[in-house]
C-alpha cells in the first residue's frame, strides 16, 4: 500500500525507503549524548533538527500571535517537505515560539478585502499546509504551548498526537461560526476523525473553544501537562513513536488517513471555488470586518 505522500506525488521518498533504520531505538543517540545539531529557519519558521534523535522541533514564530499569513504557510510548507526529504528527519514536534499562543488561526487580513486571484492563492495554500501535515509520513507531535482557534486547532490535529499545556487560559478548537464562517468538509473530517461524529456536529454548530480539561475530556488533545514540561514530554513521546518500525507505521497513517486526503485531492478546484464566492460575499467581509474590530475593543 502507497504511504501517504504517494497520494500526492506519485513517487516513493527517499526517507520512505529508508524508514526503518534505527527504528529499534530511535533515540539512541540523544541518550548516549552524541548531539549533531542543525538550525535552520525561514522568516516565520525556526527549526532545529536532531540528527541523533531524528527529530525535529519546528516552531511557529509569527508575533504576536502566530497567525497564518499567506507566508507563514509557505513557508511552513517548504520546511516540511524539506524535513520530510531529508533522511536524518524522522519525526517533528510542532510548536510555538510566542508565549501564550500557539496559533491565532488563519490570518484573518488575508481573507478582508482582497482580490478573487489573492483568495484562492491563499485557500491554496491553506489545502497545502492540510495536506502537507496531515499527509507527512514522518512522526508529528503537537506540543501546544497556548491557545489555539481554528486553523492553529487543525493544525494540532493534523499531528499524530496532542500534548497541551495545563494552563486555565487556553483554549482549543474550531471556532469558525463564531466569526459566521464555516469550517470546510475537510476541517470537519480531521475533527470527526478524532471526536466522532456527533461531538464534531456539536462542536462546529457552536464554534466551541474548549479549556484544557475539556479539551482532554473528549480526547481533543491526548495529554495535559505541566507549561514547563510539555517540550520533554513531546520529546519522550516521539521516542516511543520512532520505536515502532517506521514502514509499518507509515502505512496504517496512510492507510487510516488516505480516504480523507483523497477528498481534497479530488476536490481542490472546486474547494477554492467554494472559498473564494463565500468569502468574497458582503455579508461574510462584514462578520469578519465585525470580528476584527471587536478583537481590537477588548484591548481599549
Ligand atoms: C458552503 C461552505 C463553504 C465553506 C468555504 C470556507 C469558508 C471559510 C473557512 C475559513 C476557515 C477559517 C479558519 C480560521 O483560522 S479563521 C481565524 C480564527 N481565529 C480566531 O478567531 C482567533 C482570533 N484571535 C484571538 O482570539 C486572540 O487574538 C488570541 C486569543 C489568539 C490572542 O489574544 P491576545 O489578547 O493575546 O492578542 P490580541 O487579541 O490583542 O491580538 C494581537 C493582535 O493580533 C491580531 N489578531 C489576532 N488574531 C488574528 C488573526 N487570526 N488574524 C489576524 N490578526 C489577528 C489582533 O487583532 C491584534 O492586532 P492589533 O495589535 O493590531 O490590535
Known sequence: MAALTLLRRGSAPARLLSGTLN???????????????????????????????????????????NSLSLELLTEFCITIEKLEMDRSCRGVILTSAAPKIFSAGLDITEMCGKSAEHYAAFWRAVQELWLTLYGSNMVTIAAINGTSPAAGCLMAMCCDFRIMADNPKYTIGLNETQLGIVAPFWFKDTMTNILGHRLTEQSLQLGQMYTTPEALKIGLVDQLVPEDKVQSTAAAVICNWLAVPAHARQITKSMMRKQNIERLVNHREADIDNFVNFIGKDSIQKSLQVYMDRLKQRKQ
Open 23 to 65: 527504528a529499534r531505538n530511535p533515540c539512541i543517540g540523544a541518550t548516549q549524548g552524541c548531539h549533531l545539531r542543525r538550525h535552520f529557519s525561514n522568516n516565520k519558521i525556526l527549526v532545529e533538527l536532531d540528527e541523533a534523535s531524528g527529530v525535529a522541533i519546528m516552531k511557529l514564530n509569527n508575533p504576536p500571535v
